[in-house]
């Protein structure tokens, strides 16, 4: 079993910049893909960002384009989600998720892919 403790949320007001982490433990886990999500209150999940277990391939949705970046550190088992200019539409629980697939593929963005949650993390940007 993997658990995955998602830290680095926050308040911060627009334009700020904030680093999620995602730390995993319970297995040897460096080989898996990972992922971030967000909901926002009455909203359906929304796929953040992704990154294969290599770190070589990296996805972003197209919301956060130009403003996040996700990264890994195989040795530590943790990824980032480095936020920039962030926005008050960006107010969310984020949530970390992993894959025991070492590939993203085609399913990158889809929540229902990935086999491990974290409990979530919230950020609130205010205005």
């Known amino acids: 079993q993997v658990q995955l403790v998602e830290s680095g949320g926050g308040l911060v007001q627009t334009g700020g910049s904030l680093r999620l982490s995602c730390a995993a433990s319970?297995?040897?886990?460096?080989?898996?893909?990972m992922g971030w999500f967000r909901q926002a209150p009455g909203k359906e999940r929304e796929f953040v960002a992704g990154?294969?277990?290599?770190?070589?391939?990296?996805y972003l949705g197209d919301s956060v384009l130009g403003r996040f970046t996700i990264s890994r550190d195989n040795a530590k088992d943790t990824v980032y989600l480095q936020m920039n200019t962030l926005k008050p539409e960006d107010t969310a629980v984020y949530y970390c998720?992993?894959?025991?697939?070492?590939?993203?593929?085609?399913?990158?963005?889809?929540?229902?892919?990935?086999?491990?949650w974290g409990q979530g993390t919230q950020v609130t940007v205010s205005s």
């Open positions: 319970g297995r040897t886990f460096s080989n898996g893909a």
């Open positions: 990154i294969s277990g290599s770190g070589m391939t990296t």
């Open positions: 998720a992993a894959r025991r697939d070492y590939y993203l593929g085609d399913s990158y963005s889809k929540g229902t892919t990935y086999d491990y």
